[in-house]
């Protein structure tokens, strides 16, 4: 056993010990002490049981508690406080001896830590590596911030981190994150700790290129055979360079005479993007509330909605006599702003307030309904919305969007794994996950 006060006084001591070896202790006070118990070794059930019997019986308080297992590794630490540590500590040696871990105990200030605010960084990517990491570490200390904790909330389909940060200049940390992120293949989201960030229910999504990998005012210019003509215009008008409500008209108007079988023929090229079914059943899983609102279609938004099981949705119509597209728009036109308001209606409806509501879009005419949420995500957004929204997703998957929201993936899984209903076939293996 090695054992020393590094300081010579007692008041800050670091007491190592070496698994199995232990000695008689000659030091302690009769003073009540504030101590650090670090207990790590390989894991196995009864440890805390065990432990918790040690500290009852010497007459120890119970502070804080903290513990995570890595790969069967445990790893423990208890901040107890106790009168006349020398007594306690023979203790906790023994039974870390008969357990086979090391413990490790230091005398710590008395004075519990005031409580911080804290930020919450979450670092998601297909792959993360030591060098990504490192860069968001880095940004971190650069703005004066501290990381208190680390942990993975998923490694697919995509690999993601939760750091718990405190201290430092926030803004500064986010600029430097926000260039980390550009460089690397790697999103990052920055957002304030608390009770808000646990308390969203209610999403509210675009459809076309969010909900679903297509553009349908494309497939049905394919279908008039303008397709070509038409997808530049719709490029145009996603980055916000053209206006908005008089392009589309435009566009439907190249659409008139089309008949049910080609809307049927483009119905059936529609394809959800990857992780929408995980993303959705999860969030209803979690009582929240769900809602599409498109510059698309009715008929095709309508559809998904049912398919997917959405609460709310709201898109334009397309004017349809003797079976056939007139080329002009029925109704209210929805365009950003009108995005907006549906999504405050549709708050205010669920008594819900819009700090509680994440949206989720990739186009210009998304970024009215991105600012009005509490937390608005461009997903493989174009340029202009990555730039204004409060964080992106470039993963092309839509259920990454949970981690962001602090959901874990095992829980996703465990709660597929226990619903009766959910038929497991709809799960397939995705490429790329990591070995670990
Ligand atoms: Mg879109």
Redesign the pocket.
Known sequence: MSMGHRDGTGAQGLIEVDLGRVAPIVCGRMSRSTILVNVHGPDHPGISAGLMDVLTATGADVYDIEQIVVRGRLTLNVLIGVDGETATIRDLLLFGWEQRLHIEFEVVDPLPTPMKPMTVVTVLGERIGPDDFGAVARAIADGGGNIERIFRLSRYPVVSYELAVSDGDMHKVREQLIVAAAERPIDIAIQPEGLERRAKRMVVM?????LIENEVINLLADEAGVGEKVAAITGAA?RGEIDFEGSLRERVALLAGLDEAALKRAAQRITVTPGARTFIRTLRRMGMKTAIVSAGFTRFANALAADLDIDYSLSNTLDVADGVLTGKLAGEFVDGPRKASFLREIAAREGIVTSQVVAV???AN?LDMLAAAGLGIAFNAKPVVRERADTSVSVPYLDAILFLMGVRRDHVEAADAADPNFDQGQLIDLPGIPPV
């Not at 675009?206 to 969010?210: E, I, L, M, N, R």
Request: charged share 40%.
């Open positions: 675009d459809v076309d290129s969010t996603l879009g990739d186009g998304d």
